[in-house]
């Protein structure tokens, strides 16, 4: 039977570990999204290419989160899962639409201005590269070589939607109505912080006190919490940033009776932190020992991962083929015989 459930992409990068803030502001999202759409993840590791990376740690990086996002529930029975350049079309998909895109409109890319002028990129012995440009083309690539309809992502990616769907536009209008366009699929996240400085969002690029990793040894997170910041000067009538991000997380752990609770608390003046930190502990604990077992299952039980992963990349790659083959006639190219 044909799959006709409306599809979703969406990709993410291959980092050393994945964190509590990938998990609440994606992951979880994806694992839900495949009981209703026909969806096809990745871990997209050309895109690790455009910021100073190191070459020995990408392999392992990539499989790592394969394994990483399986451990976290996203399931190769439900979903496409696949590694980004085990599917080469994506480039030259990116090729073909780089000569749809306008330059201008890559400068006004506001991810590309703060990466380039970020602390790493600048570091003595780096280049701004032509890659980190070109980055938002790669994107729109993916999504678009697989016709998705619906792309989950957070509203930092927005600006790169909005021009996935103008270079689909430009080449129906060149053409023919051939790419459809691919919508944000925007969901209810909560907005983690940073624990060690709650003017920040838990991201792993400021460093690993600024987050609770997903694998992360039970003492370590628990020395984490118990050192969040709470409260920084007097103390005002609203709850301060650090305290609002300890129950945002104690809600995304699905603590909630625990939240109504300490809320109470915290109504009536009663609040310990102590207490609202030991609960967020617990809540992460708890995940977390559950992504633990899930992987020692995956990487014992599977020995074959690798294999896995490489099937689920050649059932990505057949889609894609026939994309490149039909592109390829519409824009005026010969098309291959295999
Ligand atoms: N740029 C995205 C990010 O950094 C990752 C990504 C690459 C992506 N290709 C994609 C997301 C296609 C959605 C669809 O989060």
């Not at 976290?72 to 480039?91: A, M, N, R, W, Y």
């Not at 780089?98 to 570091?123: A, H, I, N, P, W």
């Not at 920040?200 to 400021?206: A, I, W």
């Not at 990487?299 to 990505?316: G, L």
């Amino acid at each position: 039977m044909k799959n006709t459930r409306p599809r979703v992409f969406s990709g993410i990068q291959p980092t050393s570990e994945m964190h509590f803030g990938n998990y609440f502001g994606a992951i979880k999202n994806w694992v839900e999204l495949q009981e209703k759409y026909e969806c096809i993840y990745s871990v997209v590791d050309y895109h690790a290419m455009t910021m100073p990376y190191i070459p020995g740690e990408l392999q392992s990086n990539t499989m790592n989160m394969v394994i990483d996002l399986m451990a976290c529930g996203v399931d190769p029975e439900k979903c496409v899962l696949f590694i980004q350049s085990l599917v080469p079309e994506h480039t030259e998909l990116t090729w073909i639409l780089s000569c749809y895109t306008s330059y201008g409109e890559l400068q006004r890319m506001t991810q590309f201005k703060d990466k380039s002028e970020s602390e790493k990129v600048q570091e003595k012995g780096n280049i701004v590269s032509t890659g980190l440009f070109t980055y938002p083309i790669l994107q729109a690539a993916d999504i678009l070589i697989y016709k998705a309809e619906y792309v989950p992502v957070g509203k930092d990616q927005e600006q790169h939607l909005e021009l996935s769907r103008n270079i689909a536009n430009r080449f129906n209008g060149r053409h023919e109505i051939y790419f459809k366009e691919p919508r944000v699929l925007l969901t209810e996240v909560p907005k983690l912080l940073s624990l060690a400085d709650p003017a920040k969002k838990m991201s792993k690029s400021l460093g690993d006190q600024h987050v609770v990793r997903l694998f992360e040894p039970e003492a370590s997170i628990r020395k984490k919490v118990k050192s969040a910041v709470t409260d920084i000067g007097p103390k005002t009538d609203t709850m301060s940033p650090g305290v609002a991000n300890l129950f945002e997380l104690l809600k995304a752990c699905g603590k909630m009776d625990e939240h109504k609770a300490l809320m109470e608390d915290y109504n009536a003046g009663l609040l310990k932190y102590s207490a609202l930190k030991e609960n967020v502990a617990n809540g992460l604990v708890d995940l977390s020992k559950q992504f633990i077992d899930r992987k020692a299952a995956l990487t014992e039980s599977n020995r074959d991962i690798e294999e896995q992963v490489h099937a689920m990349s050649d059932k990505a790659r057949a889609i894609a083929k026939e994309t490149i083959r039909e592109v390829r006639d519409l824009v005026g190219l010969p098309v291959r015989r295999h």
